[in-house]
């Protein structure tokens, strides 16, 4: 049996496709046997330009390859990462080309890895297991909003790669339960809902004991700075409505990094500081210092939950969550203490922070549930059962 996995973001890159992704492979790998094999094709870290790490770019062990792709660095413009992300695709398809492979299996959060494996998988005729962790098309449509000349036939070029990439795999997993209403115009593919989950390094350090908060509250934000969350909107605003009592640590990068520079100067805030990603490790540490921890999703993110409502619920510290929508509602019911309001609800959410009565509390069933080595176990499973009954 050999397996083809194409995931872009891979370890030692820092974000949630990398460690989901890493995590299924080992799970995977676990469960083959000696004279089966995994090609795994991904790229150099290159999700945020100010972090690098040092990575192989062949890697080989008994049963399994690792390529990772030497990709130009972007800035998170749309057309840089389009030019940067070509490299990789190009390169994915020379490297596959001389291999037969029994299964492909694709991780795609922008749609075109997901093309990358249907177009394998043809050439190579053999099923494909498609995990989608955000629905493209609705990102394009917000986007072409303010261009109205390229808009129509913008989303028509995007739906036209979205059908020939969906329409082609026999199994498709949604990390959103909210996507399952838009997956209906694709009936041709099984579906499951493997969410995002809390990876054992985050387990074993929310365990620990961590002492009571003095003011300035530190309220912690770590991950992608870009359209998705929106974050130049409320943070500013927020920590000029919270004071000097409340101060904001943004650990992270992304295309909209420049917007909440710019956005913090405007407000003539000082209690907002922006930091560059940093390893786990250094990341863990961090979050045992913090007293809140902050997440966002942009007002027209209806149907994602962010991958970090998992991290952050390994600890005891209470979580500021500002959602819409299916998030909002997965939180209000699976995430106790929490801060919930609407996405751009500035006003509320600075209210209901002020009058919050400081407690920590050990999310035991929420983690429980949510571990990524059991919801990962689950999808080796059901990504082996598929190749198994070719």
């Not at 660095?73 to 037969?100: C, P």
């Not at 549930?369 to 009954?389: C, H, P, T, W």
């Given at each position: 049996?050999?397996?083809?996995?194409?995931?872009?973001?891979?370890?030692?890159?820092?974000?949630?496709?990398?460690?989901?992704?890493?995590?299924?492979?080992?799970?995977?790998?676990?469960?083959?046997?000696?004279?089966?094999?995994?090609?795994?094709?991904?790229?150099?870290?290159?999700?945020?330009?100010?972090?690098?790490?040092?990575?192989?770019?062949?890697?080989?062990?008994?049963?399994?390859?690792?390529?990772?792709?030497?990709?130009?660095?972007?800035?998170?413009?749309?057309?840089?990462?389009?030019?940067?992300?070509?490299?990789?695709?190009?390169?994915?398809?020379?490297?596959?080309?001389?291999?037969?492979?029994?299964?492909?299996?694709?991780?795609?959060?922008?749609?075109?890895?997901?093309?990358?494996?249907?177009?394998?998988?043809?050439?190579?005729?053999?099923?494909?297991?498609?995990?989608?962790?955000?629905?493209?098309?609705?990102?394009?449509?917000?986007?072409?909003?303010?261009?109205?000349?390229?808009?129509?036939?913008?989303?028509?070029?995007?739906?036209?790669?979205?059908?020939?990439?969906?329409?082609?795999?026999?199994?498709?997993?949604?990390?959103?339960?909210?996507?399952?209403?838009?997956?209906?115009?694709?009936?041709?593919?099984?579906?499951?809902?493997?969410?995002?989950?809390?990876?054992?390094?985050?387990?074993?350090?929310?365990?620990?004991?961590?002492?009571?908060?003095?003011?300035?509250?530190?309220?912690?934000?770590?991950?992608?700075?870009?359209?998705?969350?929106?974050?130049?909107?409320?943070?500013?605003?927020?920590?000029?409505?919270?004071?000097?009592?409340?101060?904001?640590?943004?650990?992270?990068?992304?295309?909209?990094?420049?917007?909440?520079?710019?956005?913090?100067?405007?407000?003539?805030?000082?209690?907002?500081?922006?930091?560059?990603?940093?390893?786990?490790?250094?990341?863990?540490?961090?979050?045992?210092?913090?007293?809140?921890?902050?997440?966002?999703?942009?007002?027209?993110?209806?149907?994602?939950?962010?991958?970090?409502?998992?991290?952050?619920?390994?600890?005891?510290?209470?979580?500021?969550?500002?959602?819409?929508?299916?998030?909002?509602?997965?939180?209000?019911k699976n995430v106790p203490n929490v801060i919930l309001s609407e996405a751009n609800d500035i006003e509320g959410l600075a209210e209901k922070v002020k009058n919050y009565q400081y407690r920590k509390e050990k999310r035991t069933e929420f983690v429980k549930?949510?571990?990524?080595?059991?919801?990962?176990?689950?999808?080796?499973?059901?990504?082996?059962?598929?190749?198994?009954?070719?």
């Open positions: 049996m050999k397996i083809l996995f194409l995931s872009l973001y891979f370890e030692p890159d820092l974000c949630a496709g990398s460690f989901r992704n890493t995590s299924l492979f080992k799970q995977l790998l676990g469960k083959i046997n000696e004279d089966d094999h995994i090609h795994v094709i991904s790229s150099l870290p290159n999700r945020y330009a100010s972090y690098s790490a040092d990575a192989k770019q062949k890697e080989e062990g008994g049963n399994y390859t690792i390529d990772r792709v030497n990709m130009p660095k972007h800035n998170g413009g749309m057309f840089d990462q389009i030019k940067s992300y070509s490299v990789y695709f190009k390169k994915a398809i020379e490297l596959s080309k001389k291999h037969d492979y029994d299964l492909v299996y694709a991780s795609s959060s922008r749609l075109f890895t997901a093309v990358l494996g249907s177009y394998i998988a043809r050439r190579k005729n053999c099923p494909l297991y498609l995990d989608i962790r955000d629905i493209f098309s609705d990102s394009m449509r917000d986007y072409f909003n303010n261009k109205p000349l390229i808009k129509y036939p913008g989303l028509f070029t995007v739906m036209q790669f979205e059908k020939y990439a969906f329409n082609r795999a026999q199994h498709i997993n949604i990390v959103s339960e909210g996507f399952a209403t838009y997956f209906k115009r694709y009936p041709k593919a099984s579906y499951s809902y493997f969410t995002n989950g809390i990876d054992d390094i985050f387990l074993e350090s929310g365990n620990e004991e961590s002492g009571n908060p003095q003011e300035p509250y530190v309220i912690t934000y770590a991950g992608n700075i870009g359209q998705g969350q929106e974050l130049e909107t409320m943070v500013p605003q927020l920590a000029q409505k919270l004071g000097p009592s409340y101060e904001f640590q943004i650990i992270g990068d992304g295309g909209t990094r420049a917007l909440l520079d710019k956005a913090v100067l405007e407000c003539g805030v000082t209690n907002v500081k922006i930091l560059k990603p940093v390893p786990r490790k250094e990341l863990i540490e961090i979050y045992k210092k913090t007293d809140f921890f902050f997440t966002k999703l942009n007002i027209l993110e209806k149907v994602a939950l962010p991958s970090k409502v998992f991290e952050y619920g390994a600890f005891d510290k209470p979580i500021i969550c500002a959602l819409s929508g299916y998030a909002n509602e997965f939180v209000r549930k949510y571990s990524r080595g059991f919801i990962m176990d689950e999808m080796a499973n059901d990504i082996l059962k598929l190749v198994q009954g070719k």
